[in-house]
C-alpha cells in the first residue's frame, strides 16, 4: 500500500485542529461556567452585605434612648450604614467592591457593638432605676398609709381628750318657792310662785383647762317662752336665750351651785305646768331638769 506523505499530513494537521478547537471549547465553557459561578458568589455576597447593613438600620430605628449623647451617636451611626447601603447598591459586584463593602461592614460592626453596649448598659441601669423607683413608691405608700393611720388615730385622740376635757355638770334639781319679807317658802301654787332656784355641781375634771366658765340658765315655760328673758348671746351661727348667766372660777375642783331666778313683773301669775330648766356652758347643754307647777 502507497500511503501519499502530502495526504497524511494534511490528516494530521487537520486532527490536531479538530483536537485543538475541542481542548479550546471545553476550556472555554470551563472558564464562562467558572466565572458564571464566580458572580453568583459575589451577587450572592453583595445581598448578604446588604441585608446586614438593612438589618442595622432597622435596630437603630427599632431603639429608643433619652440619652442624648447616645442618641446622636445614633444618628450619626444610621447615617453612615445607609450611605455605606445606598453606595453599594448603585456599584456592580465586584470583587474589590465586595471586599471594600465588607471592611465597611465589620468596622460598622464594631462601633455598634461599643454603641449597643453602651445602650444596654443604660437599659439596665434604667431598669434598675425604676425598680428602685417602684420600690421608693412602695414605701413611700406604705408611709403614707401608716401616715393616714396615725393621723386618724391622733384626730380621734384629740377629739377624746377633747371630749375629756370638757366641763360637766350633775346632780340637776329646782325649786319652786314664793318669798314673803325675804323670806323663801317652798310653793307648787302657780299663783303663787315667783321665783324658781336651780341648783348643780359641775364635776372634778383634770384635763379641763382652768379659769372662768359661762354658766347660762334657761327657762322654758309651759307656752315654751323663756321666763326671765334677759336677752340672746351668740355662738357662732347659733344663738341662745337665757334667764341667768353666772361667772364660776373654775380649779379643776367639784363645785357646787345655786342660782336663784325672779320671774318679771309681767309674767305673774306663772300659769300651770311643767316648767324646763337647761344649764349651758356657753353653747354647749350640760344638763337640765324641770318644775310642775299647779
Known sequence: MI?????????LIIGSLIVAVTVLGVFSFTNYQSIKTHQQFLEQEKKLVE??????????DEVSISNDIIA??????????RLVLDSLSMLRSDLSVISRFKQQLYSLKLKN??????????????QSLEEDKIVAYNELEVQRRANV?????????NRSLEKGAL???????????????GKKRASKRAKKVDHIEVC??????????????????QIVNPQNNVVADKGAIVFGNSSLIYSSKKIVDYHNEVIDICVDIKADADEKPLTEG??????????????????KLN
Open 274 to 291: 311643767t316648767y324646763f330648766i337647761n344649764v349651758f356652758n356657753k353653747d354647749r347643754k350640760l344638763g337640765s331638769t324641770e318644775v
Open 113 to 126: 457593638k461599643s454603641l449597643f453596649t453602651a445602650i444596654d448598659s443604660l437599659d439596665l441601669a434604667n
Open 167 to 181: 366641763l360637766t355638770a350633775n346632780s340637776f334639781d329646782a325649786k319652786s318657792f314664793t318669798k314673803i319679807l
Open 149 to 157: 393611720t396615725l393621723l386618724k388615730a391622733n384626730e380621734n385622740l
Open 72 to 81: 446622636s451617636q445614633l444618628v450619626v451611626a444610621k447615617k453612615d450604614t
Open 3 to 11: 500511503v501519499n506523505p502530502q495526504l497524511f499530513n494534511y490528516r
Open 200 to 217: 348643780f355641781t359641775l364635776a372634778e375634771n383634770s384635763l379641763t383647762e382652768q379659769g372662768e366658765k359661762e354658766i347660762y340658765i
Open 51 to 60: 441585608s446586614e447593613l438593612s438589618q442595622m438600620i432597622t435596630r437603630y
